[in-house]
């Protein structure tokens, strides 16, 4: 062991700060409002069309242009974050992410209203990592860190729900505007508690130059795939523009990971991503919120086209879901948490969600609520929020101090991806399932009310097909928790450290639990 390391691991671990609650607060009131806003504008978004007079072919970049930026600028934000210290980011993150919001609400036409989302998509993008990284560097002990992560895994799991409650509200009872606007006292407040109360530790910052290949390579390599399946839901996967952003984008990511490599200070280190255990967390999660994410979009639809709900009602139905969610992750997953592997919580948690996505493949025009959504949505709801628990704090565990923005980052990143992927690929195998099955079945249809039964009918074969492809994502994400995740329980405050004297130095830096 070298003399480093047995200095590190003699020195006495570092006292918590005592204002980390307080401080869990406004993370996770920030943390809010990122995952709100990512569905809160769709249910706002046949309205705002409307008054700004944004075409049908254009309607899509109110959405696309805030993914492309957020998604594209991620690891960018990290390093930012890990660069200016994750308070500073924190707070400018959230004053943007004001001021494009107020942009948004008062948007004109529709060139401001793709500016503004964009714009959002830039703070969020810093805000976002910066969030998780403060939690990584400011909660030390495993109970506390379960209890954290707990809280801040269910906020990230349900907040794209709550979101469409509230969404539901403002659209219905006051207007579209307000559904950016809303942001605004949330980042007010959140940044005004975050500045008085937030004391980062010392130390964790990456004063190293900026990787500038590494900027532009990331960037643009995921911009172009984020557009690749943005464009691929609307225009096809054998159109030409499509095929061109998956090559440029595989190309653009190849080079981006042989620059990494080989740079002295790297955008990405790659001992983020080649650990066993934040590797398999990246990779399952990102599975699961493509799963997710097409379900959100399917449920929404059913519920308001075919059972005819209200944007309230319809944000109403989605509470046990939220309900779940918030039980899985601050009752099973904080208090299994120090006991079992996270491995044993995440794998299992993926199961119970995938029998929920289950249950949904009897989805029929006729079918009750309370008899299949509400069971299903629960079970969805408990297994993602158990799973999404241990995978947020496993992400960041063992990182140094000066990584930890990047690795917050790399879990945005892989939620982001995923939620691109989820909607582009689902929604594909849902409209082909359609159109096939109106094919075979309209012929039959002599009058009007018998065209629309069998209309209906298609677009629920369409969702049902596709659920059964978002139940083998699942399987998947089960399985690449459980196989590739060996982290053992948390059963101490510091780091135990295994390898050799170098790799115990680095994870000591920081008292985290043990692997």
């Known amino acids: 062991m070298s003399e480093t390391a047995s200095k590190a691991l003699r020195a006495p671990a ?90 948004g609400g008062a948007a004109t036409n529709e060139a401001m209203m793709f500016g503004a989302r964009a714009l959002q998509g830039v703070f969020g993008a810093l805000l976002a990592p910066a969030a998780l990284s403060l939690l990584a560097v400011m909660f030390t002990d495993a109970k506390e860190r379960a209890k954290a992560f707990g809280i801040y895994g269910a906020i990230a799991g349900g907040g794209g729900a709550v979101g469409l409650i509230l969404g539901g509200f403002l659209t219905e009872y006051l207007d579209w505007r307000w559904t950016f606007f809303v942001n605004i006292p949330f980042a007010v407040v959140a940044a005004a508690g975050a500045y008085f109360v937030i004391r980062e530790p010392e130390g964790g910052r990456n004063r190293s130059p900026l990787d500038i290949p590494g900027v ?34 595989a190309v653009l990511l190849a080079t981006f990971v042989v620059v990494e490599s080989k740079v002295k200070a790297p955008l990405l280190p790659l001992r983020v991503i080649t650990e066993r255990n934040r590797g398999g967390v990246y990779l399952s999660l990102g599975l699961a919120i493509i799963a997710m994410f097409g379900l959100f979009l399917f449920l929404t639809y059913y519920l308001q086209i075919v059972k005819g709900y209200s944007p309230v009602k319809t944000g109403f139905a989605f509470l046990p879901m939220i309900v779940g969610m918030i039980t899985g992750s601050t009752q099973i997953g904080t208090r299994l948490m120090t006991r079992v592997a996270p491995r044993l919580l995440m794998g299992p948690g993926f199961l119970v969600a995938a029998l929920g996505m289950l249950l949904l493949t009897r989805l029929e025009i006729g079918s009750s609520y309370a008899a299949l959504l509400l069971p299903a949505m629960l079970l969805l709801g408990l297994g993602m929020g158990t799973a999404f628990m241990p995978a947020m704090s496993l992400s960041t565990q063992g990182v140094e101090p000066r990584d ?39 012929a039959g249809a002599t009058s009007r009310s018998q065209q629309q039964l069998v209309q209906l009918e298609a677009m629920v074969e369409g969702y049902t097909s596709a659920i059964w492809f978002a139940v083998g994502i699942l399987v998947v994400a089960a399985a690449i928790a459980l196989t590739f995740i060996n982290a053992g329980r948390p059963d101490s405050a510091t780091v135990t450290g295994s390898g050799s004297g170098e790799d115990v130095a680095d994870e000591v830096q920081i008292p985290v639990v043990a692997h």
């Open 404 to 442: 930890a923005g990047v690795a917050s980052a790399m879990v945005n990143t892989s939620q982001q991806v995923g939620g691109a992927i989820g909607t582009a690929l689902l929604n594909t195998i849902a409209a082909s399932a359609t159109t096939s099955y109106i094919a075979d079945h309209i």
């Open 14 to 103: 570092a006292s918590p700060d005592p204002g980390r609650w307080k401080a869990l607060v406004f993370i996770a009131l920030a943390q809010l409002m990122v995952v709100l806003d990512a569905t809160i504008v769709n249910i706002a978004l046949p309205s705002a069309q409307q008054d700004l007079g944004i075409s049908d072919g254009n309607r899509q970049w109110v959405v696309t242009a805030y993914a492309l930026a957020f998604g594209g600028l991620l690891l960018f934000g990290g390093r930012i974050a890990d660069l200016w210290g994750r308070k500073r980011a924190f707070v400018v993150g959230l004053g943007g992410f004001a001021v494009a919001s107020a942009l």
């Open 216 to 249: 532009v390579l990331s960037t643009l390599g995921l911009v172009a795939l984020v557009y690749g399946f943005t464009r691929a839901e609307s225009d096809g996967w054998s159109d030409s523009v499509t095929v061109g952003m998956f090559v440029a984008s």
